[in-house]
């Protein structure tokens, strides 16, 4: 795996900080379950990783990480955030206090287990408000998506599922998000020793889907 800055900070935090042999023990057959569900082989499959999107719920995809849109107090919140801190539990938003005392700066990722859903770990991010474009939205919104999947990446995740960061409560036009999302996952995925074989795009409603569609099908962005 390729060192980089990241690398130590995703290290110290991999199963949170009180985890208990027998929480990791349940983690572990969670992963086993989903990859019995997903059809998920710990070898990696023989050809390189895909990207795909699917129009549903984010707190209800069998994958190793599902990506929060987070505030960056790692607290309460609507929409994504709502669904994943309403299906994992009031365990989820003790960890996030817990373990992230100082929240989630925009950009930035955070890792925490996955309660009471179906995944195994939540990677928490916090993307830009839309102020126009020209406050440096592109850049960060990247940088949601390029330092969530290292996370993922870090713990050893093969599938991430993530939600359309930034175009609800902040505003992001869909379309430019999306495009940031796909060319920042394709250049991710284009690495090598990451370790991820799949990576979801979660659509809520029929809008986004076809947007997320219309960009997999054009090899250059
Ligand atoms: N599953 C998948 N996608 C969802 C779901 C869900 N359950 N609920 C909403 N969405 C979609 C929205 O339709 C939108 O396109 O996810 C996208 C992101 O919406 P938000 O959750 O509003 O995220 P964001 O725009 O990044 O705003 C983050 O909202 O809830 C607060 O605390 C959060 O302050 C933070 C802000």
New binding site residues.
């Given amino acids: 795996m390729t060192k980089n800055p990241l690398r130590r900070w995703f290290g110290r935090k991999w199963f949170g900080r009180n985890e208990s042999a027998t929480e990791l023990g349940a983690r572990q057959s969670k992963k086993e379950e989903n990859d019995a569900n997903t059809g998920n082989h710990s070898s990696g499959g023989d050809t390189g990783p895909t990207i795909r999107a699917l129009q549903?719920?984010?707190?209800s995809q069998c994958v190793d990480v599902v990506v929060n849109?987070?505030?960056?107090?790692l607290?309460?919140?609507?929409?994504?955030?709502?669904?994943?801190i309403n299906a994992a539990g009031p365990g989820l938003l003790r960890e996030c206090a817990d373990s992230y005392p100082d929240g989630c700066p925009t950009g930035e990722a955070r890792v925490t287990g996955g309660h009471d859903l179906p995944a195994k770990w939540i990677v928490h991010t916090?993307?830009p408000?839309w102020g126009g474009g020209t406050n440096g939205e592109p850049e960060l919104l990247a940088d949601c998506y390029r330092n969530s999947l290292q996370a993922a990446a870090e713990i050893g995740a093969r599938t991430v599922a993530f939600?359309?960061?930034?175009?609800?409560?902040?505003?992001?036009p869909?379309e430019d998000a999306a495009r940031v999302a796909v060319s920042t996952i394709r250049e991710f995925l284009a690495q090598s020793d990451h370790g991820i074989n799949e990576v979801i795009l979660?659509?809520?409603?029929s809008e986004?889907l076809p947007i997320y569609e219309r960009l997999l099908e054009t090899e250059i962005d």
Avoid: C, K, L, M
Wanted: without cysteine.
């Fill in positions: 549903g719920d984010i707190a849109a987070a505030n960056e107090r607290g309460a919140g609507a929409g994504v955030a709502g669904a994943i916090v993307g408000q939600p359309a960061i930034s175009t609800g409560i902040f505003h992001y869909r979660v659509a809520y409603d986004q």
